[in-house]
T-cell receptor, first 116, second 114 residues
Framework: ETGVTQSPTHLIKTRGQQVTLRCSSQ?????VSWYQQALGQGPQFIFQ???????GRGNFPPRFSGLQFPNYSSELNVNALELDDSALYLCASSGPYGISNTGELFFGEGSRLTVL | AQSVAQPEDQVNVAEGNPLTVKCTYS??????LFWYVQYPNRGLQFLLK??????LVKGSYGFEAEFNKSQTSFHLKKPSALVSDSALYFCAVRDPENTDKLIFGTGTRLQVFP
């Protein structure tokens, strides 16, 4: 069983630039969620994708956008980067019946973004 | 609004002693509660969950948690701490309005001393 994988693991950008982060979900999982974890904080929900459609969004501006592909992998795009976007971005996948059934989100190890 | 509170930024305990990491929640309806652990430079790993049933839930690595509805708490416990338990622990509650979304607390750093 392949776990959740994310790329890149680390990256540095400057203010105003754009970034794309990638995630491959665990085998058989069709729901992917993205979380932002700022330093010293708990993860904050950005959005979720199910069957290539956005299925719920947290309190993040529209410059945070995403995609899900037919193989359930996903991308997180952030435009017009700001200093406060510096964080660990976590991707999580859940099975066909969601966490209500399995009770578990499977997290990748994250992409650490630094904005200078 | 749904929320989770972890009142302690850090918990220090000697190896071999029992440990408790506290969590309280505020959610409409029946809560689905979770504990996750994060080791340095790693993602989150699932420890245990409460959905229904017995108030004492057993999880991975010898951890357990006690659900207390009257106190709206879900404290994480372990009878005998190990140095390797040192990590960042997050309590989370499922958002009843988005059943695959978790709302996390701010985390508690557990430090186990030899």
């Amino acid at each position: 069983e392949t776990g959740v994988t994310q790329s890149p693991t680390h990256l540095i950008k400057t203010r105003g630039q754009q970034v794309t982060l990638r995630c491959s979900s665990q085998s058989g999982h069709n729901t992917v969620s993205w979380y932002q974890q700022a330093l010293g904080q708990g993860p904050q929900f950005i959005f979720q994708y199910y069957r290539e459609e956005e299925n719920g969004r947290g309190n993040f501006p529209p410059r945070f956008s995403g995609l899900q592909f037919p193989n359930y992998s996903s991308e997180l795009n952030v435009n017009a980067l700001e200093l406060d976007d510096s964080a660990l971005y976590l991707c999580a996948s859940s099975g066909p019946y969601g966490i209500s059934n399995t009770g578990e989100l499977f997290f990748g190890e994250g992409s650490r973004l630094t904005v200078l | 609004a749904q929320s989770v509170a972890q009142p302690e930024d850090q918990v220090n305990v000697a190896e071999g002693n029992p440990l408790t990491v506290k969590c309280t929640y505020s959610v409409s309806g029946n809560p689905y509660l979770f504990w996750y652990v994060q080791y340095p430079n790693r993602g989150l790993q699932f420890l245990l969950k409460y959905i229904t049933g017995d108030n004492l839930v057993k999880g991975s690595y010898g951890f357990e948690a006690e659900f207390n509805k009257s106190q709206t708490s879900f404290h994480l416990k372990k009878p005998s701490a190990l140095v390797s338990d040192s990590a960042l622990y997050f309590c989370a509650v499922r958002d009843p309005e988005n059943t695959d979304k978790l709302i996390f607390g701010t985390g508690t750093r557990l430090q186990v001393f030899p």
